[in-house]
T-cell receptor, first 116, second 114 residues
Framework: ETGVTQTPRHLVMGMTNKKSLKCEQH?????MYWYKQSAKKPLELMFV???????ENNSVPSRFSPECPNSSHLFLHLHTLQPEDSALYLC???????????????FGSGTRLTVV | GNSVTQMEGPVTLSEEAFLTINCTYT??????LFWYVQYPGEGLQLLLK?????DKGSNKGFEATYRKETTSFHLEKGSVQVSDSAVYFC?????????????FGKGTLLTVNP
């Protein structure tokens, strides 16, 4: 596969569940990002990883826990979510967090999360 | 702070009509500017970009010119097709320490009818 792949595409979870979102990129990039896309709101940057190190946490609640075991994989661990956390979660990557500013990011197709 | 404002949608056009989607920005320094497109059920795809004033980005018949004097980056296409129906996002990059992060507008839904 090429590009940025996110799994699952759709996820329904209860407020007491624990689940994880997975993102994998085959582009040789070193920076990866989590964004939240909610209806009627701009995309919200959640986390930035550069060479496996977290370099940004945009005041995200602790019920969202990211993990970046290597430059190709990024996870978002979810627990005790709220209904307002229902959204499309997008993963993106760039060569690194500096060149991403001039080259832009490559996005995955997202995971549509519904919290019930 | 840094922000992007783009015209509210939805925008509905007939095939072969001229398209303009306005985008203005507020930023310190000299950000790079981007247009992304999101087709139904998909993630965002980079459509075009410009990295300095007066640059024109172009791709697939779409164009946008980086206007520093008006802080604008309007998206245009001379003749839209049904397949152009999608949500379009204007974005800018901003530096924060070692990171350059993308800040997006709210998106504009374009529907093109045959």
């Amino acid at each position: 596969e090429t590009g940025v792949t996110q799994t699952p595409r759709h996820l329904v979870m209860g407020m007491t569940n624990k689940k994880s979102l997975k993102c994998e990129q085959h582009l040789g990039h070193n920076a990866m990002y989590w964004y939240k896309q909610s209806a009627k709101k701009p995309l919200e940057l959640m986390f930035v990883y550069n060479f496996k190190e977290q370099t940004e946490n945009n005041s995200v609640p602790s019920r969202f826990s990211p993990e970046c075991p290597n430059s190709s994989h990024l996870f978002l661990h979810l627990h005790t979510l709220q209904p307002e956390d229902s959204a499309l979660y997008l993963c993106a990557s760039s060569q690194d967090s500096a060149t991403g500013g001039t080259d832009g990011y490559t996005f995955g197709s997202g995971t549509r999360l519904t919290v019930v | 702070g840094n922000s992007v404002t783009q015209m509210e949608g939805p925008v509905t056009l007939s095939e072969e009509a001229f398209l303009t989607i306005n985008c203005t920005y507020t930023a310190t320094g000299y950000p790079s500017l981007f247009w992304y497109v999101q087709y139904p059920g998909e993630g965002l795809q980079l459509l075009l970009k410009a990295t300095k004033a007066d640059d024109k980005g172009s791709n697939k018949g779409f164009e946008a010119t980086y206007r520093k004097e008006t802080t604008s980056f309007h998206l245009e296409k001379g003749s839209v097709q049904v397949s152009d129906s999608a949500v379009y996002f204007c974005a800018l990059s901003r530096s924060g320490g070692s990171n350059y992060k993308l800040t997006f507008g709210k998106g504009t839904l374009l529907t093109v009818n045959p």
